[in-house]
């Protein structure tokens, strides 16, 4: 059973340039989460979609857009690239339940790097 | 708001010593999950537990052992007898639990845990 994929691994990229991140989530999650690590922080909440619509966002700009499939797998754009942006992209995947608690299951990240 | 607080930042031991992170939150929900992530180099975040906030039973799964304290809102992690493998960033997370599903996890800023040989 494979779990939660990640492309790509690394990716180098400009300032003002623009920038995709796709994920796959595990067998049977429906939902996908993506977060934002900066180098010695934790991870940061950037949005969460299911059945193909954003339910929640973090506190992160429209540049930060995403979208995803009928197979639940998902995409992160990020546009007009900053420095700031450079920082380890992760996905998570999980199940709804009636009671709303479940384990995220997390990827192994894109680290994504801006000159 | 949610806060999640790990305020050791780096713990250094020595092989077979036990070792314990703190986690304290804030929330203001009378339901939450709380949360113990380990991360490794690879950078992967790897689940350990889930503890939801009606049960403050203590659970051991082999040389991890986690004390959830309501009364004092902190949900501490042991390891027993450290090993070299157990060195990585270790996060707790809360998240609140929401009738539509909806999750999100606030991580704290991580501890990172070193065991030496």
């Known amino acids: 059973d494979a779990g939660v994929t990640q492309s790509p691994t690394h990716l180098i990229k400009t300032r003002g340039q623009q920038v995709t991140l796709r994920c796959s989530p595990k067998s049977g999650h429906d939902t996908v989460s993506w977060y934002q690590q900066a180098l010695g922080q934790g991870p940061q909440f950037i949005f969460q979609?299911?059945?193909?619509?954003?339910?929640q966002r973090g506190n992160f700009p429209d540049r930060f857009s995403g979208h995803q499939f009928p197979n639940y797998s998902s995409e992160l754009n990020v546009n007009a690239l900053l420095l700031g942006d450079s920082a380890l992209y992760l996905c998570a995947s999980s199940y709804w339940t009636s009671h709303g608690g479940y384990e995220q299951y997390f990827g192994p990240g894109t680290r994504l790097t801006v000159t | 708001a949610q806060k999640v607080t790990q305020a050791q930042t780096e713990i250094s031991v020595v092989e077979k010593e036990d070792v314990t992170l703190d986690c304290v939150y804030e929330?203001?929900?009378?339901?939450?999950?709380l949360f113990w992530y380990k991360q490794p180099p690879s950078g992967e975040l790897v689940f350990l537990i889930r503890?939801?906030?009606?049960?403050?039973q203590n659970e051991i799964s082999g040389r991890y052992s986690w004390n959830f304290q309501k009364s004092t809102s902190s949900f501490n992690f042991t390891i027993t007898a450290s090993q070299v493998v157990d060195s990585a960033v270790y996060f707790c997370a809360l998240s609140e639990a929401m009738n539509t599903g909806f999750q999100k996890l606030v991580f704290g800023t991580g501890t990172r845990l070193l065991v030496s040989p």
């Open positions: 979609y299911y059945e193909e619509e954003e339910r």
């Open positions: 503890r939801n906030s009606f049960d403050e």
């Open positions: 929330t203001r929900d009378t339901t939450y999950y």
